[in-house]
């Protein structure tokens, strides 16, 4: 049996009774989408980042597309994202209609390098995404006084790191608007396609409301005028007796968290914590007894509690490696093989092989051991034993 890099049966069958239940509860309900399940777990979410707002959305990526329409971002826009990221990120700011600007990541950390940041903005940026990739968050604090002072937001890319601290505070809650994805393998995943975006901006609040649902009702209406600099008078507003979400306003989206998923995460959560500690616990496992000097294990920065999402590692013959692990039972994953700047679908942008020097050579060696809470001990000294014998 080879040991997977990430395994979402096992924390299935440790709560199977409840998310069944959970799972029925819903069918037997004929509520499928938004409803109470979504508005309650809306809230548990928000209130467990220290958020005032979330949006409950289709996935990550539209979390991603949302929060820039919210934002007023489009066509004509720059937003600053780093080279080293799932593609979503870029190609979100690409489907809005803005034009994706990249920086490079800080070595060993692999987040954000904010001294980068600086030079990449135009009098055309609006935002910036700094994402908290492989579970630990950017350098906050440096990169929104950077944004802030030239009138950009700060969008945070929280799709890895969902329950990660910074500074003693919360992911999801240290810029403008988060945005999370429950893909299955995430540390918190749904049991399906599902995504969140939390902000304690109202105005963005009821942007993200309106687009989530075709642009449509009372929110619509008053993100239309935000929007685009207008009054806001609702006693204005009238739907004659109709339903307000036949009322469209903006072009949005159908992108709804659906109920299932709601109560999947809803029983997910309070675990959440005790998850995360556990991939922290074989983090600290793996950093006291991989010993390989051909390997570079990954760095925390002071200010973070890194959830490792995975552990990643560097590797000069990754091939070689991954294929040495392989033959001992030990799966290996690459996160991500090809950076942003030098992906086909951006090939347009102008950007080429050397513009970002530490984000290539990790799409090069950098490489994944297992990492899920529900590793058992003796699998964790496989992979261990497997990556030392290297
Ligand atoms: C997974 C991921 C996303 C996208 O989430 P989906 O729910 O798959 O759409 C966005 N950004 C990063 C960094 C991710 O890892």
Redesign the pocket.
């Known amino acids: 049996m080879m040991i997977p890099v990430m395994n979402v049966q096992r924390q299935y069958a440790s709560l199977q009774d409840e998310l069944d239940k959970a799972a029925l509860e819903v069918l037997h309900s004929g509520g499928y989408i938004l409803g109470p399940k979504v508005a309650d777990f809306e809230k548990q979410f928000a209130d467990y980042c220290g958020a005032k707002y979330s949006v409950g959305v289709?996935?990550?990526?539209?979390?991603?597309v949302i929060a820039l329409l919210a934002a007023g971002i489009g066509q004509g826009d720059e937003v600053i994202t780093t080279a080293m990221?799932?593609?979503?990120?870029a190609e979100?700011i690409a489907q809005v209609g803005a034009t994706p600007v990249f920086v490079d990541i800080q070595p060993e950390v692999y987040t954000m390098d904010p001294s980068k940041l600086e030079a990449a903005f135009t009098d055309k940026t609006k935002a910036v995404i700094p994402?908290?990739?492989y579970g630990q968050a950017a350098d906050m604090d440096e990169i929104c006084r950077i944004a802030h002072a030239h009138n950009a937001i700060v969008i945070e890319?929280?799709?890895?790191a969902a329950g990660a601290k910074y500074k003693g505070r919360r992911t999801c809650s240290l810029g403008d608007m988060a945005?999370v994805?429950?893909?299955p393998t995430?540390n918190l995943g749904a049991a399906g396609?599902?995504?969140i975006i939390v902000t304690n901006n109202e105005d963005f609040y009821k942007g993200c409301l309106a687009y989530r649902v075709h642009g449509s009702g009372i929110n619509g209406a008053y993100t239309y005028a935000r929007l685009n600099n207008q009054e806001f008078d609702e006693s204005k507003i009238d739907f004659h007796g109709n339903l307000p979400k036949y009322y469209n306003y903006l072009v949005g989206f159908n992108s709804r968290l659906d109920a299932l998923q709601a109560a999947m995460l809803s029983v997910k959560l309070p675990h959440l914590d005790s998850w995360n500690e556990r991939r922290r616990q074989i983090a600290a496992i793996y950093n006291d007894k991989i010993t390989n000097d051909k390997i570079t294990k990954p760095v925390v920065a002071d200010y973070n509690e890194h959830i490792f999402?995975v552990y990643p590692l560097r590797v000069e013959d990754r091939a070689a490696f991954r294929a040495f692990l392989e033959e001992r039972g030990v799966t290996t994953g690459v996160?991500f093989p090809v950076p942003m700047h030098e992906q086909a679908c951006f090939a347009g942008l102008g950007y080429k092989h050397g513009d970002f020097p530490v984000a290539e050579d990790l799409a090069e060696h950098g490489v994944t051991i297992p990492m899920f809470p529900e590793l058992t001990d003796e699998e964790i000294q496989t992979v261990i034993d497997a990556v030392n014998a290297f």
């Open positions: 289709g996935n990550g990526t539209d979390a991603l990221t799932f593609v979503s990120t979100a994402v908290h990739i890319d929280c799709a890895q945005c994805s429950f893909f995430k396609d599902a995504g999402y996160y």
